[in-house]
């Protein structure tokens, strides 16, 4: 008799553990949405040279199943990110790093404007259900001591504000390296963008698998 009722559980539960297994399956497979500017489109570089293909690679040799898409577009604001976000929701991203504001510090636009533009951006991304994480920028010294304490607070605010993740500086260990960026001294080379990733796997990676 209790042969026969192992059996019959076995029976009954296939179905459930099959499935079990499969949203476990499908779980663990991440499709990440690197949102971002050149820093992130890697600027003068090779497809496999740019910032969310080095990334994918890291991540899968650390055993992640990851597909990163790469949403960088060169010269973009966060206002120009903000008004192109539904084509890069259409990727179906479960998680994003939000890597914006390097364009409207270098044009002097107000870190307000900046701020308002990213935090839509983050609220319409968790409303699709999408897990954020925040890489924020740092402001030029040439640029003034009130507009670097305003454009360096919003990002630290805004993680604050919806418990994100943040990774501080996304140049950093790069900025301002010769033999990591290319012959404009600002974007990274392709040395310039696996240092980049070095320095932010282990906090992505805490993060997917938070």
Not at 97 to 109: E, H, S, Y
Not at 116 to 122: R, S
């Amino acid at each position: 008799m209790a042969r026969l009722f192992v059996i019959l559980l076995t029976i009954t539960l296939s179905p459930f553990s099959a499935a079990w297994g499969q949203a476990q399956s499908q779980g663990q497979t991440v499709r990440l949405l690197a949102l971002g500017d050149s820093l992130t489109a890697g600027y003068n570089l090779p497809a496999d040279a740019a910032f969310p293909a080095q990334l994918e690679k890291a991540l899968r040799e650390a055993g992640l199943n990851v597909t990163a898409i790469n949403a960088g577009v060169s010269g973009d604001t966060s206002a120009g990110a903000l008004s192109r976000l539904d084509w890069s929701l259409a990727d179906k991203p479960t998680h994003a790093l939000v890597a914006l504001g390097a364009n409207d510090m270098l044009r002097g636009l107000s870190p307000e404007n900046a701020q308002a533009n990213i935090e839509k951006i983050v609220t319409r991304l968790q409303s699709a259900g999408v897990k954020v994480m925040l890489v924020g920028m740092l402001a030029a010294p040439n640029l003034g001591e009130d507009y670097g304490r305003r454009f360096n607070a919003l990002y630290p605010a805004l993680a604050e504000k919806y418990k994100l993740p943040l990774y501080p500086f996304f140049l950093d260990g790069v900025a301002t390296r010769r033999d990591l960026t290319l012959d404009d001294g600002m974007h990274p080379n392709r040395a310039g963008v696996a240092e980049m990733v070095k320095r932010m796997l282990p906090s992505v990676t805490a993060w997917l698998k938070g």
